[in-house]
């Protein structure tokens, strides 16, 4: 079974044997359903999270006196900010540090 996403252009996919389907269809109805459904299911976790993240940031900070009304504009500006680091480049960086 292979499974693919496709987000900015990129294709991902994870190919799994007949051994490892069965496994999943041990517990799971679909697996590839499922896949699915966790890629789609984190997503707003993450985004409630980075909201309430940038909206304490902002309310903490006195030189800010305004900040955007809506979800939208609370995800534009935590994307935005001044040394936003992805969280592969902040592992990047995590482990560059250890390797030292």
Request: proline residues 5%; hydrophobic residues 40%; charged residues 35%.
């Amino acid at each position: 079974m292979k499974i693919e996403i496709t987000y900015d252009g990129s294709k991902k996919s994870i190919t799994l044997t007949a051994a490892e389907v069965a496994v999943l269809e041990h517990e799971l109805v679909d697996p590839r359903e499922w896949v699915f459904g966790a890629t789609r299911g984190k997503l707003p976790k993450v985004r409630k999270r980075l909201v309430a993240a940038e909206a304490a940031r902002l309310k903490a900070d006195p030189e800010i006196t305004t900040m955007p009304a809506d979800d939208d504009g609370l995800v534009a500006s935590g994307l935005a900010k001044p040394g936003y680091q992805k969280r592969k480049d902040i592992e990047a960086a995590r482990l560059a540090a250890e390797a030292e």
